[in-house]
């Protein structure tokens, strides 16, 4: 059905991101969040990549290039840090159990499938069949914000937002140019370093990460 | 360069050099010297530029299309009519300047001078510009810099929880004007390019009755809440009080007489007067802000809040002159609409006039007494005999007695509301008797309450220590009153004059305009055409003058001494301040009268010495007005407002994955509603 390799290897690695993102709401270990970050944002450098290569703009190997020095090796190297701090508090008991999350992580990627049916119609992009497949990790990665409890799941859940984003307008624009990604980066890159600040005084002040205890500042 | 764009040049580098000069003055001193520099060389540039259109008759024009031009650009259009306001913002603010160098004084070391000179020069160059401006930019930008300037400088003694709450009020209600401006400019708009005002007055005659109705509606409610007409008055009373004496001059004398200026211009500029019933709502809201603000004003005991009130009334009057010209100009009276019109405006220069000296007297007062309540004051003519004379001259001309300029507009508001006697139309032969019955009584409630004014405060014996000791103020403070006092005599003897200026300022609103011949009655003589009546100032003046004149003199020559004596003491021994007739009983005849309108709280307290009743150790005695128009209106919106925002605070749960999930879900819901409306 699919005869163009860049269809296939855009899907391949679309499927492969939501994957990982399906790994945070199965497993309970921080340190298995990274790793399923760090394999996440290289897919998305690849994707880039590939789209560059078939597309025939170089701008986007830069663009690739820095994904994978930012989101494949600077922004893991430091999760790994914040892990070691407090990588022994685990996502014990989340507001939803890992049951129910794949359920419905499995109706949202359907939801992703009905939105995007329009959107899929009026393009012609061979990069199109991403494009569920972009939106379903988008709606995977809120759900991780919303149900998980740990601030640093929370913040791994943000930059999965930020990758989904990215590769939709990856997928959704067969690449985008050089100078707005490079405000997409500055952008995630100063929320997680604020964020990164508030699990740190979330940590000090509460003494653990766990955001549920955030309520307790309501007067 | 023509005088008038070289006096419009002069004015706003004026203004500029005193807000920047000011804010990098050296010391305090310097400062409010620089301040009084700048706005008095703005001030001048506004007379140059006012004065020659005024007698040229030819409009200056200037547009910087570049400046802003995503707006539409800055674009400067003056015409008689805002040369007309132009010319009494500069004419009360150079003496308001001027008072300012020593009233701020006191101020050194507690306020910063230099902001204070920064907002002060911001707030008279929002004020000049506001009739300058010939597009809808401009125009809204002059409107929120004067809005914004003002705020600060009622803030300016900030540290007092009343003029924080003043602040407050006033930021609300002068903003929520300028929320009500936007729709009304965006109707009379014809499309997203022409924002000029000339497109606006064209783009008018096109439009649809009720849509010029709704315009005309939106008008009264943005302007007449700058102009303080009763139920949008709230501010003004709090505000006014709370900020510097000079400055509630400005923003008493001129200020709020910029709403006029726009409803002026929108009402009877841009959609050409209209139905009768707009006259009709015009004149109903003219009659209510008179009769409430002068009632008001009478039970008053902060001299600052009564005067505050009184421009309230003043304001009402002014409305009732516009009222009077709409109704007649639906009825085709041209020429008689134009007296209303005229009328209106001589009441506005007048009341500049007169409040700023009213004001800028009261500020010395205050600067003495160290109070605004008239209760604690009482002798001051004895220490500061030339701010009594003067400020018993504001009070005759705010009491419109004649020969003094107040007199001279509320009779030609009379006239224009005695010519809706010959409209052959029932609800006009009612409603016109009864706003001259308003009038009337107004101005008979506005003499008892200008008796009060000056009587408790500058009369009998002083009531405090203070009071006891008030000494006359800098000379220039009363230099510049004198020259205020002046143009309230001098306004008042040259009314026929002045008012044939200002028909002819008000036929220039009209195309047909042009036609209509001021009512020829001479030099002498005010009077409506075809009125029943007319009147001569000068006349009065020389007859009032004789009638004391020639007395004293055959007294005089007769061989008659002054003397000096007690005056009859009641055949009490021993006379204290505490025998004289204070504030609150002064008005309490009124305050049964009306006591409808005013439903005061009593509340006495006696307290006796226990052994027997008949042994009164004191007696306390309060009274209240409550100010009902104010709750009656503002309550049931405060309720609403903090009713909405209960129910909002329930969103607010405290948990961060709520909020979180308030995110997600919005998201969804766009995405579901973009996949369903596709």
Not at chain 2, 224 to 235: D, F, M, Q
Not at chain 2, 478 to 504: K, N, Q, S, T
């Amino acid at each position: 059905m699919i005869a163009d390799p860049l269809s296939q290897l855009v899907m391949l690695g679309s499927s492969g991101m939501l994957l990982t993102a399906l790994i945070v709401l199965w497993r309970k270990g921080i340190p298995a969040y990274v790793t399923a970050y760090r394999w996440q944002s290289w897919l998305l450098a690849a994707i880039t990549a590939t789209v560059g290569y078939y597309g025939h703009d170089p701008q986007l190997y830069w663009v690739a290039a820095v994904l994978l020095a930012l989101k494949g090796i600077a922004i893991p190297a430091l999760l790994a840090t914040m892990q070691r701090r407090f990588g022994a508090e685990r996502e014990a008991t989340p507001y939803v159990n890992t049951e129910t999350s794949l359920a419905i992580a499995g109706a949202l990627v359907l939801f992703a499938y009905v939105i995007a049916r329009p959107w899929m119609t009026i393009t012609t992009l061979p990069t199109r069949q991403g494009l569920p497949l972009a939106l379903a990790l988008l709606f995977v990665s809120l759900l991780i914000v919303v149900s998980r409890k740990k601030a640093m799941t929370q913040v791994i859940g943000f930059l999965m937002l930020e990758n989904a984003i990215a590769l939709l307008a990856a997928v959704g624009t067969y690449g985008v140019p050089l100078l707005v990604e490079f405000g997409v980066f500055l952008d995630a890159l100063m929320g997680f370093l604020v964020m990164q600040i508030f699990v740190y005084h979330i940590h000090e002040t509460f003494d653990t990460i766990d955001v549920e205890e955030l309520t307790r500042l309501r007067h | 360069m023509p005088s008038g764009n070289l006096g419009l040049v002069v004015m706003v580098l004026g203004y500029g050099a005193g807000a920047g000069l000011s804010l990098l003055a050296p010391s305090d001193r310097a400062a409010r010297v620089l301040t009084a520099i700048g706005a008095a060389i703005g001030c001048i540039g506004g007379l140059i530029a006012a004065s020659s259109v005024l007698v040229t008759r030819v409009p200056v024009d200037a547009t910087f299309g570049s400046l802003v031009s995503a707006a539409g650009g800055v674009a400067i259009h003056l015409d008689p009519l805002g040369a007309f306001f132009l010319l009494l913002v500069a004419l009360v603010g150079l003496p308001a300047a001027v008072y300012g160098v020593t009233y701020t004084s006191e101020y050194e070391g507690r306020h910063s001078l230099r902001l204070f000179g920064l907002m002060f020069n911001g707030f008279l160059l929002g004020m000049s510009l506001v009739p300058c401006a010939a597009n809808i930019f401009t125009f809204l930008f002059a409107w929120e810099l004067m809005a914004i300037t003002s705020y600060f400088l009622v803030m300016t003694e900030s540290q007092y929880a009343e003029t924080r709450y003043a602040g407050l009020w006033y930021a609300v209600m002068t903003h929520f004007g300028f929320l009500v401006l936007l729709p009304m400019f965006l109707i009379m708009a014809p499309g997203s390019g022409a924002t000029a005002f000339a497109d606006l007055r064209t783009h008018a005659a096109l439009m649809s009755g009720s849509a010029k109705s709704v315009v005309f509606l939106l008008a009264m409610v943005a302007f007449g809440s700058k102009a303080g007409l009763v139920p949008l008055h709230v501010w003004l009373p709090r505000a006014h009080p709370a900020a510097p004496s000079h400055v509630s001059a400005l923003m008493s004398g001129v200020m709020i007489k910029l709403g006029v200026y726009g409803v002026l211009r929108v009402v009877v500029d841009f959609l050409g007067a209209g139905p009768a019933w707009w006259g009709g709502l015009v004149l109903a809201a003219g009659s209510i802000s008179a009769l409430s603000g002068v009632l008001y004003a009478l039970t008053e005991n902060d001299l600052k809040r009564l005067l505050a009130y009184s421009s309230v009334e003043n304001v009402g009057v002014i409305f009732l002159g516009i009222g009077a010209g709409l109704v007649l100009q639906s009825y085709g009276l041209h020429t008689l609409a134009l007296v209303g019109f005229g009328a209106a405006l001589l009441h506005t220069l007048n009341h500049a006039f007169f409040k700023a000296l009213l004001f800028l007297a009261t500020g010395n007062v205050l600067h003495e007494a160290h109070t605004r309540n008239m209760e604690r004051m009482g002798g001051l003519i004895k220490g500061m005999p030339q701010t009594a004379a003067l400020f018993l001259i504001g009070s005759a001309a705010a009491a419109a007695l004649p020969p003094l300029n107040g007199f001279a507009s509320e009779w030609m508001v009379f006239q224009a509301l005695l010519s809706g006697v010959q409209i052959p139309q029932p609800d006009v032969a009612i409603g016109a008797p009864l706003a001259i019955g308003v009038l009337a009584l107004t101005s008979g409630l506005a003499a008892a309450c200008f008796v009060k004014a000056f009587g408790i405060s500058f009369l009998a014996m002083p009531r405090s220590e203070e009071a006891a000791r008030a000494r006359e103020s800098h000379w220039s403070s009363r230099a510049v009153m004198g020259v205020l006092a002046a143009g309230c005599v001098g306004l008042g003897l040259a009314a026929p004059r002045i008012f044939d200026g200002l028909f002819r300022i008000a036929g220039s609103l009209f195309a047909a305009g042009s036609s209509a011949s001021p009512p020829a009655v001479g030099r002498l003589w005010l009077a409506a055409p075809n009125g029943v009546a007319q009147v001569s100032p000068l006349l009065i003046a020389v007859a009032a003058a004789l009638a004391i004149g020639v007395p004293v003199a055959l007294l005089r020559w007769r061989g008659l001494q002054w003397r000096r004596a007690d005056t009859w003491g009641c055949g009490r021994i021993q006379q204290t301040a505490r025998m004289e007739y204070t504030s609150s009983a002064f008005a309490e005849p009124l305050r049964r009268v009306f006591s409808e309108l005013y439903r005061p709280t009593e509340d006495l307290t006696i307290n006796v010495h226990p052994d027997s009743r008949y042994f009164i150790r004191s007696i306390t005695y309060t009274s209240a007005v409550v100010p009902w128009i104010e709750r009656a209106f503002y309550d049931p919106v405060a309720r609403g407002m903090r009713a909405c925002a209960t129910q909002v605070r329930r969103l607010q749960g405290g948990s961060v994955h709520l909020y979180l999930l308030y995110l997600s879900g919005a998201l969804m819901a766009a995405l579901v509603a973009a996949w369903w409306f596709r």
